[in-house]
């Protein structure tokens, strides 16, 4: 078995775990290969005598490794999509912080985490992708997103109107500060903030959730995901902020985009005893109510 190690950073204090998952590894005879910018950060922490391969993009990765550990939050593993892509790939995420509703593996739990691989004792949930179908070549050949694709205005700019169109029926225009269209698994990150519902990751749909609206009736939508959104920016303004979770871009209004659902899904690992409902509770202390 193979494992590809992915990250972006590491703090000081999280060293000795790094360790103990390269340890871990090799104990258990896994192959590991470690994402090049990732191993010059941890090259410290590698023990003795531990070895392992490299890999730099989707295509050196692609066939090499059984499953890919995302090592920091739920923003590393949103960036793990453009490594993992349409392979199939599993992804355990191992927080080195607080709990998060992706990377939801404590540090402290890597040995046990290791072991269920292992052993086969997890659970594969399908996270649904968002795909840029026009304009295709806006961030190259990564046009997807687990999260969110956000039409957002200049900060220095005034606000936008955003025509909205579901499977060529006219939703909505948009007067604000932008929309946000998202996954189930985005339900719980920008969208939430902005007044969106959560959604559960096995729903099939997606919300377009509107940013500072300028029409108190206007309220988020929930749509079916077998569906093809089409979003036109219009207005005064000549450019808008265009972004797909980490990646962003500024566009010129003349440009429409076009979004539906990926053909493939990002497979999410979570051990046998986690469930999506206990991590909300977790995340947003509902059990704290002196009530309960």
């Known amino acids: 078995m193979n494992i590809a190690l992915f990250g972006k950073n ?37 023990p003795e005598g531990v070895k392992y391969e490299l890999f730099h993009s989707y295509d050196d990765l692609h066939g090499r490794a059984d499953m890919m550990f995302s090592i920091g939050g739920d923003g590393t593993i949103l960036d793990t999509v453009p490594f993992v892509r349409d392979s199939g790939m599993p992804v355990v995420g191992i927080n080195m912080g607080r709990l998060g509703f992706l990377s939801s593996i404590s540090k402290n739990d ?10 086969g004792d997890y659970q594969v949930e399908q996270r649904t992708i968002l795909e840029l179908v026009e304009p295709h070549n806006v961030f ?44 189930p698994t985005g339900s719980t990150a920008y969208s939430l903030s902005a007044g969106g519902p959560i959604i559960a990751p096995n729903a099939k749909n997606f919300v377009i ?55 493939f ?19 947003l202390m509902w059990g704290k109510d002196n009530r309960n």
Not at 149 to 164: D, F, T, W
């Open 140 to 183: 190259g050949d990564v046009r997807y997103a687990l999260n969110e694709l956000n039409v957002i205005r200049n900060p220095e700019h005034s606000l936008l109107a955003i025509k909205v169109f579901v499977d060529d029926v006219y939703l909505n225009t948009y007067w604000g500060d932008g929309i946000l269209l998202a996954t």
């Open 209 to 263: 959730t509107p940013i500072a609206t300028h029409n108190l009736t206007v309220r988020p939508v929930v749509i079916p995901d077998d569906s093809t959104i089409r979003i036109q920016v219009e207005g005064r303004e000549k450019k808008f902020v265009f972004s797909m979770d980490s990646r962003s871009c500024t566009l010129d209004t003349s440009v429409q985009l076009e979004v539906r659902k990926a053909h």
């Open 10 to 46: 590491l703090a000081p204090e999280n060293g000795e775990y790094m360790r103990q998952l390269f340890a871990e590894l090799s104990d258990k005879q896994i192959g590991i290969i470690v994402y090049q910018p990732f191993a010059d950060i941890v090259a410290a922490f590698v």
């Open 110 to 119: 890597i040995e046990e985490a290791v072991q269920s691989v292992l052993s």
């Open 265 to 283: 899904c990002l497979n999410l690992v979570r051990m046998r005893d986690e469930d999506f409902f206990g991590t909300i509770r977790n995340k």
